[in-house]
T-cell receptor, first 117, second 115 residues
Framework: SQTIHQWPATLVQPVGSPLSLECTVEGTSNPNLYWYRQAAGRGLQLLFYSVGIGQISSEVPQNLSASRPQDRQFILSSKKLLLSDSGFYLC????????????????FGEGSRLTVL | AQTVTQSQPEMSVQEAETVTLSCTYDTSESDYYLFWYKQPPSRQMILVIRQEAYKQQNATENRFSVNFQKAAKSFSLKISDSQLGDAAMYFCAYRSSFGNEKLTFGTGTRLTIIP
């Protein structure tokens, strides 16, 4: 069966420090990968998604970047954190829409809570 | 661009009663997926139910069912026999079937269960 892991679960960082959140998927190949952010009391905002190694689509211009160095690894980074980067970050994966077993849904990790002070 | 609207920021229901959460969406496409996700206090997003737009029959999963009105672009979630464990944020979501890999979420409805 497929599983998704993201870490760290909780992170407290000072303004101006770097960030690295990592997400890996097991039990599938060539998944679509996603990073969402959820600000306090608000919905989910899509930050980045990737349909393959090295292919990153950015949805919102911001202080963050994403990379996909391996098929099942997705990394969210920042060189200098801002206060506004605080939030709950969710990694997710899905079957590619071209695959026969695609059911459209996303499968989410447990989330990473980032507090920037 | 597709948008998803949940007009009820908060809802409450008495335990064992039935509650309906509303969702509307805007799209020009004919084939797509719709979902309801649940986010309990643990914060992990859990799929509750999914509906494929080409299917006229409303999806059902145990106590959860949807009322899918394609012409009205409405997709409401009905929870029957509400239980304390149903307390959570509920998000409605849309995804195109045609090569668009993105899932668009509504802003969510916080459901409280009253014992």
């Amino acid at each position: 069966s497929q599983t998704i892991h993201q870490w760290p679960a909780t992170l407290v960082q000072p303004v101006g420090s770097p960030l690295s959140l990592e997400c890996t998927v097991e039990g599938t190949s060539n998944p679509n990968l996603y990073w969402y952010r959820q600000a306090a009391g608000r919905g989910l905002q899509l930050l980045f998604y990737s349909v393959g190694i090295g292919q990153i689509s950015s949805e919102v211009p911001q202080n963050l970047s994403a990379s996909r160095p391996q098929d099942r690894q997705f990394i969210l980074s920042s060189k200098k954190l801002l206060l506004s980067d605080s939030g709950f970050y969710l990694c997710a994966w899905s079957v590619s829409s071209g695959e026969a077993q695609n059911t459209g849904e996303l499968f989410f990790g447990e989330g990473s809570r980032l507090t920037v002070l | 661009a597709q948008t998803v609207t949940q007009s009820q920021p908060e809802m409450s229901v008495q335990e064992a009663e039935t509650v309906t959460l509303s969702c509307t969406y805007d799209t020009s496409e004919s084939d797509y997926y719709l979902f309801w996700y649940k986010q309990p206090p643990s914060r992990q997003m859990i799929l509750v139910i999914r509906q494929e737009a080409y299917k006229q029959q409303n999806a059902t999963e145990n106590r959860f069912s949807v009322n899918f009105q394609k012409a009205a672009k409405s997709f409401s979630l009905k929870i029957s026999d509400s239980q304390l464990g149903d307390a959570a944020m509920y998000f409605c979501a849309y995804r195109s079937s045609f090569g668009n890999e993105k899932l668009t979420f509504g802003t969510g409805t916080r459901l409280t269960i009253i014992p």
